[in-house]
């Protein structure tokens, strides 16, 4: 924007952007929050809770479609359906090599 003041001109700056940071954002710091409890770990907990973290960053685009007020309920869905995604794999894994080793396993 250029303002003229008598014989002087300026040059005004205005910036327009976002007024609510994106969900990518919000996710970060929420787990930069969580970098006391991780650094309370030991090296092999740190790892997996790295592993934990990274669910959050996986999902983000998706977390981010969720209307919550709560930042954590996201992050905690975010990770809970990455565990629940592996665990799931895991159980066509074994069913799998079960059938073809002939035994059966109960899934109740």
């Not at 250029?2 to 954002?25: D, F």
């Not at 092999?44 to 007020?69: H, T």
């Amino acid at each position: 924007m250029l303002i003229k003041s008598g014989n002087v001109s300026r040059v005004r700056c205005v910036v327009l952007g976002r007024t609510i940071p994106s969900w990518r954002m919000v996710m970060k710091d929420e787990v930069k929050k969580l970098n006391a409890f991780r650094k309370t770990l030991r090296e092999d907990d740190k790892r997996i809770f790295d592993d934990l973290l990274l669910q959050c960053e996986l999902y983000a685009p998706d977390a981010g479609s969720m209307a919550s007020v709560v930042k954590e309920v996201p992050l905690i869905m975010s990770m809970l359906f990455g565990q629940h995604k592996r665990l799931m794999k895991l159980e066509k894994h074994i069913m799998e090599d079960s059938a073809g080793a002939g035994t059966q396993i109960r899934t109740d």
